[in-house]
């Protein structure tokens, strides 16, 4: 059974190119979530989509994120232009929320670690 | 605000030695709870988690944690670590109605074979 899977996952880029990172969903799940972790802030929430739609957004750093779910199984997160202070391990997690919002457990992907120089 | 604190920010102990580390949450209301471990450069990875019943719950790897309500807590135990158990571990937060895993700060653990 396929767990959440993430590509690519290491990526080694230069200041100010764009960056876009990829995530497939544990198939029937309808949540899905991008998450940055980094020694400083920890593991912040960046993004939350629920049946492709995003619901929560609040955590983007900034303009230069973007994110993106066409379907159910496939979402994309970009950066552009990518700074050096992006640098850091980019998680994706997806899970099951009921009707009423009851959200089941998140279970994560291997992760981005990106490196922007 | 919902939040979620670990004890301690790092743990040493030698194997065989037992592990237990504390984790308390500030919740309004009814509250969905998780530990994860985050194993040396790999991805977090679900040990256990408490949504209602028996508020001792046993996990995978041999780990176990305890929901007691009235001290909001939500502590990690291991009975005897192993030199594999070094990790990051996470206790994480969610309320019945909500989407935002709040997560503590995790607790580095080092087990010296």
């Known amino acids: 059974d396929a767990g959440v899977i993430q590509s690519p996952r290491h990526e080694v880029t230069e200041m100010g190119q764009e960056v876009t990172l990829r995530c497939k969903p544990i198939s029937g799940h309808n949540s899905l979530f991008w998450y940055r972790q980094t020694m400083m802030r920890g593991l912040e929430l960046l993004i939350y989509f629920n049946n492709n739609v995003p619901i929560d957004d609040s955590g983007m750093p900034e303009d230069r994120f973007s994110a993106k779910m066409p379907n159910a199984s496939f979402s994309t997160l970009k950066i552009q232009p990518s700074e050096p202070r992006d640098s850091a391990v980019y998680f994706c997690a997806s899970s099951l929320a009921g009707d009423r919002g009851f959200q089941e457990t998140q279970y994560f992907g291997p992760g981005t670690r990106l490196l922007v120089l | 605000a919902q939040s979620v604190s670990q004890h301690n920010h790092h743990v040493i102990l030698s194997e065989a030695a037992s592990l237990e580390l504390g984790c308390n949450y500030s919740?309004?209301?009814?509250?969905?709870l998780f530990w994860y471990v985050q194993y040396p450069g790999q991805h977090l990875q679900l040990l256990l988690k408490?949504?209602?019943?028996?508020?001792l719950v046993k996990g995978i790897k041999g780990f176990e944690a305890e929901f007691i309500k009235s001290k909001f807590s939500f502590n990690l135990r291991k009975p005897s670590v192993q030199w594999s158990d070094t990790a990051e571990y996470f206790c994480a937060a969610l309320g019945s109605n909500d989407y935002k895993l709040s997560f503590g700060a995790g607790t580095t653990v080092t087990v010296r074979a």
């Open positions: 408490y949504f209602s019943g028996d508020p």
């Open positions: 919740y309004g209301g009814t509250v969905n």
